[in-house]
Structures are given as C-alpha cells and as structure tokens.
C-alpha cells in the first residue's frame, strides 16, 4: 500500500537555532516537531506494563503527561509513571463491574480521580489516601463515559446506556447530579448514549455520541441559561394551561453525520449491524470533531466550514452556468436545486480553466502512478495516490473524477457515496467532466437513488448526445428502469426520501418533530478513514495524535491500530497491540508517546525506536491485505464474526461491501472503465 508524503518541507536546523535563541519559540518548536513522518515510521513498542488482571478499558493521561492512569474489568484502577514503566498507586475503586471510564479531575494536583463503571456508579477517589470519597448512583445502566473540562474546576460530565448525559458538581452540598440531556425525550427509550467529549478549546460545547448514525453537539451554557429563564418564568407566573416546556432550547444543539448512513441504516439493521457511535472527540484546537462509527469507519466534522449532506435534488441540468454565487457560497447551499459543498465554489471561466490546468511534473507523475495502480486494480493504492495528488491540487477536476472512479471499483462501505461526493466537486470545477457526470448517475443508483439517477442520466445524455446510445449508457439505462419498475409496488419511493433518511432510526418509537428538524439539518463529513474494523466493542477509540492533529489513530477488532495522515486521508502505519483487540489510545499530551489497551490484561507504550534498532516485529506490512481483512470482517455473518472473535479462521468471507454484488462492470463502457 502507498504512504504518501504529504508533510511540509522543514528547516529543522533553523528551528532549532531560533529555539535556542528565543526562548519563547521553544513552545512552538516543541508544537512542530511533537509528532512527525519519521517518528511514525519509526514508532514501536517500548514498554509493557503489567498491573491488571483484566481487560484495560479506558487510558487517560494528566496534564503535564508524567502519569498515566487506567481502569479495567478488575474493578481497579491503577497509577503508572510512564517514563519508568513503573506502577505508583492500585487502587480499588468500589465498582461492582467493569471500569469504562477513568479521568483526572482538572486543577485537582492530580490527586482527585473520577470512575464510571457497568455497575451504573460513578465514583471519585482521592488518590492521596487512597480513598472513594463520592459514590453516585443517579443513573440506571452502564456508565460508558466520563468528560471533564479545563475551565470547570470540581465539574465533570457522564454519559451513560440509560441514555442520559448529567453534570456533577462537587462543590455542592447535596452530592448529587443533575440531567443536562435526557436522548429518551428524543429517541425513545431505547437509546443508549455510549460517548462524550469537551471541546478543549471552548468547554461550553458537549458532543455525544450515541447508538445510531447521528453524533450530537450542545452548547452546555445555552441550556444552563434557558432553564433557569425557565425555572424564574415558572415561578412569576401562573399558567391557566398546560405548557410543556421544550427540554433542549432551539439553537443549542446541532447534529452531524455521515451523509450515506441514514438511507443505509434499514439496510444494516436487516443484517443485524448496528451503528454506534464508541468515541467522540474534539481536535487540539477545536474545530474538528472526530467520531469512531461503531459498525463503519472514522469520520472527521469540520465545525467551522461545515457542510450539508448531499440530498440529491438535482437539477434539470447538471450544467452551473446560471449559479448564482454570493460571498464564494451559493444562496443556500443549492446550486439549480443541486445540493453541493457551500464552501467556495466558484463558477467563473478562469477557475474552469485551471481546474483543468495540465498538473505541475510531480503530480502529473502521481497521477500516472494511480493510473497504473488503477489499471492493475489495485484501488486503495490508486485512491490513495489520487488524495495525495488532490491534496497538493485541490482544484484539479481530472484528480477528483479518477479518484471516484476508484471508489466505484472498491466498493467499500461508503464508497459510493465518497465517490458521489468526488463527481460533485468535479462538476463544480468543470462542468463539462463528461465521466464524472456519468459516474455521478451510477453513483446515485448504488445509492439507491433511482429516480434521481434516471434524472441525472437523461440529463447526460442531453447534454453528450453522442454518449446516449452507447453500451454504458444503455446498460445502466436498464438497470435504473427495473429498479423503478420494483420500486413502484413499494410506497417507499425516493420522493418520499426523508422519511427514509430521518424516520426509520428508530423502527418502535415515534420521534418528536424538534428530533427530525435536527436530524434534516446535520451537517456532513469532511474526511473518512478506512482499513480498521470496530463491530465488536462499543468502547473503541479513535483519537487525533500530534499538537496539530496531524494524525489520525484508532484501535481495531483485528488487534492492530491504524494510523492516518489526516489531511490525505492516506493509511500509514498498521502495528499490532494486541492479541485479540484495541479499543483505547490515548496520545501522550506533549511527546510522541502513545498508550494503548485492549482485550489483554497490559497497558503498552509506544514511541519512536532507534534508527540502529532491529526490524520491528508488531508492523503489519501488508497494510492493503489487512484493511481488506476488515473490510470482509465489517461485513461478515453475525455468526461468522463470533468465530472469528473466538479465533476460528473463516474462509470464504465476503470480498465487497453490502452493494458488492452489484456488478458495476456491467454499465461501463467506454464512458467509466478507465480513469482520465
């Protein structure tokens, strides 16, 4: 599999000197130089600690980074110094049940510990005497998650499967929480919420992440203010009727996720695939939210230039000629009734131009090596070839368009739509990309998009009349009009599309109209990260390693953890950390030091070795090998995974994702088969 470069070109001897110089560039260099290309290349492990006697279920690091604390199936917690791979404090924690979440509590001196556990306690511990010296028992299953924020000194948050988020206080006298979100007034009793996070750089803002595809933000001071506006309103007046006051004031929550999941959620739930959310957390600097979709892959939120999904309205005429742009957006996001990225589209001649600019030397011999990877069908690599082509030449409509032909022929989970996406912004930089707009009409037909597929091929052909009869057309012609034709006996029809996109989350309970508002006005992804698998556990993490958040890491159920550049989205480093699975990393604050657990009763260190060092034996060096392992393991039999899980080798496993069997071949052509 290809590693791309895609780190910036660096003086490290001027930094250094500058360093040394000014004392106050010492921050920054440390910043810059915190996790690196070569130090991933050269990560492996340094040390194991031994302790538990359990699975080791959550890690978390204090502030200066010289502790390490865990919690485990044992019921205990335990204190480590890292640098001397050495165990300080066990300590038992009270809990009758697994350990799920272990925090220090922010401007404690590291000495107040908070637990929350399956015994649905949540318990804090003085580690200087050794001593619970609060025990909560408000909630009413799992506890799952604990956050805490840096600006709320003696406050910290739970998450937990009764689907309730509270806030404690511990300087109040009464020693109990209180519900900040109650989910079961919005999906039914059913909903289990399973992680939260603090954004670090404003503790105002909570997301939550729950069963189901919908990870949820919440601005903690807008709710706080609007009950107690409430509470007083309540108090001065008298109601001569029944007003039920709505428990979540307008503004103060807003939703994200992946555009595809909503329409495939009936299709996963037919297989028995559940979508959870198992970690959600914000970038350093906080304008990026990262998610782990239990059941899928890893996607990053931009929560500044966010971006609507794609609702595939589209136009009578896929060309933009008449797009009306306001201040680089288009008016409300839609472009003649296309839905596309409202972040800095532009329509004008030049930009056309140079969208199709022939590429500077290096990339044009990028682009030739994807092609070759292409051609030997090799898609990963030529994916992952394309990104770093696109990265260094985001305006190039060639590289988009190639890259979605790559996503068609792989098939992955979410492919297609990615692949969607790619024939979109291709349009939006040339409107005359002949391939993408075909691509983009199979797109929405894998998506199950019939009639707008139908729409955006006639319109193809309208617009290449020369193309209108040829063997691709005319297959996937046939193909979208039997579609239609089984699709006429259900009432389920795609002009009907929300319903199907934001009703059926859940199949038992009706959901409130506030729920749906909130649900249609998610905002979509901007990056996914692919290889891993994570079916098994609803605690695994994945996490931003680097003071900048230059890489993504996340733990795997085939005992390995990934690692990603996150801007590339290009899979770079695969180790083995453990024998069964990983379900925590917690990147060191400061240094390139990372901490995993998982299903063995250990905490493992990760570091850079020495460059003289031997060859490292927990690289997985067939990286295209594995994430294809797990791609058939995210799509295997329920059954088949059990066994898997108990170490039988299944042979036979799926090699597609769920739209696998749709032979896409078939509709090529002359239009599709081959990248530009």
Sequence with gaps: ???????????????????????????????????????????????????????????????????????SDDQHAVIWDPFKHKKLTTMHTGHAANIFSVKFLPHSGDRILVTGAADTKVHVHDLTVKETIHMFSDHTN??????????????????????????????????????????TEFCGQLVEAKCLAVNPRDNNYLAVGANGPFVRLYDIRMIHNYRKSVSQGTSA???????????????????????????????????????????????????????????????????????????????KKCQTSTGEVQNGKTTNGVANGMHLPT??????????????????????????????????????????LYSLGIHQASSN?????????????????????????????????????LKAHFRLARCLFELKYVAEALECLDDFKGKFPEQA??????????DIK?????????????????????????????????????????????????????TTTDIKEANFFGSKGQYIVSGSDDGSFFIWEKETTNLVRI????????????????????????????????????????????????MDGAAQANQRRMNADPLEVMLLNMGYRITGLRGVGPDGSDDEDSSEGQVQCRPS
């Design 1 to 71: 599999m290809f590693c791309g470069e895609a780190m910036t070109t660096v003086n490290i001897t001027r930094d250094i000197l500058h360093r040394q110089i000014r004392d106050k560039r010492a921050s920054g260099f440390q910043r810059a130089y915190h996790v690196t290309d070569p130090f991933i290349k050269r990560l492996g492990l340094e040390a194991e600690l031994q302790g538990h006697t359990g699975c080791v279920n959550c890690l978390e690091w204090n502030e200066r980074g010289d502790l390490l604390a865990s919690g």
């Design 142 to 183: 799992r506890v799952k998650r604990i956050a805490t924020a840096p600006m709320w000194p003696n406050t910290f948050w739970s998450a937990a499967e009764d689907g309730i988020i509270r806030q404690y206080d511990l300087r109040e006298s009464s020693k109990r929480s209180e519900v900040l979100i109650d989910l």
């Design 237 to 315: 007046a008298v109601h001569t009727f029944c007003d039920r006051q709505k428990p979540i004031p307008d503004g103060a929550g807003q939703y994200y996720v992946a555009g595809h999941l909503p329409v495939k959620l009936p299709d996963y739930n037919n297989r028995l695939r559940v979508l959870v959310a198992t970690y959600v957390t914000f970038s350093p600097d906080g304008t990026e939210l990262l998610v782990n979709m239990g059941g899928e892959q890893v996607y990053l939120f931009d929560l500044t230039f966010k971006q609507r999904p794609y609702t595939f309205l589209l136009p």
């Design 343 to 384: 972040s800095h589209i532009r329509f004008a001649g030049s930009k056309l131009r140079s969208s199709s600019a022939e590429l500077p030397p290096h990339l044009e011999k990028i682009k030739q090596q994807a092609n070759d990877a292409f051609a030997r069908q090799q898609w990963t690599q030529a994916i992952q």
């Design 397 to 433: 409509a060639m590289l988009y368009g190639n890259r979605a032909a790559a996503y068609m022929k792989r098939k992955w989970d979410g492919d297609h739509y990615d692949a969607l996406r790619d024939c979109l912004k291709a349009l939006t930089l040339n409107p005359a990309h």
């Design 469 to 478: 009869h040829s063997s691709a057309c005319d297959a996937l012609d046939k």
């Design 482 to 534: 039997a579609a239609l034709f089984t699709k006429t006996e259900s009432a389920d029809d795609k002009k009907s599309n929300s319903s199907i996109r934001f009703h059926s989350f859940s199949r038992k309970e009706s959901i409130p109209e506030d729920e749906l508002v909130l649900r249609e006005r998610s905002f979509d992804y901007k990056h996914r990260y692919c290889g891993h698998c994570n």
């Design 575 to 622: 180790l083995q950390g453990d024998e069964s699975i990983v379900n925590c990393l917690q990147p060191h604050p400061s240094y390139c030091f990372l901490a995993t657990s998982g299903i063995d009763p250990v905490v493992r260190l990760w570091s850079p070795r020495a460059e003289t060092e031997c060859e490292n034996g927990r690289v997985v060096e067939d």
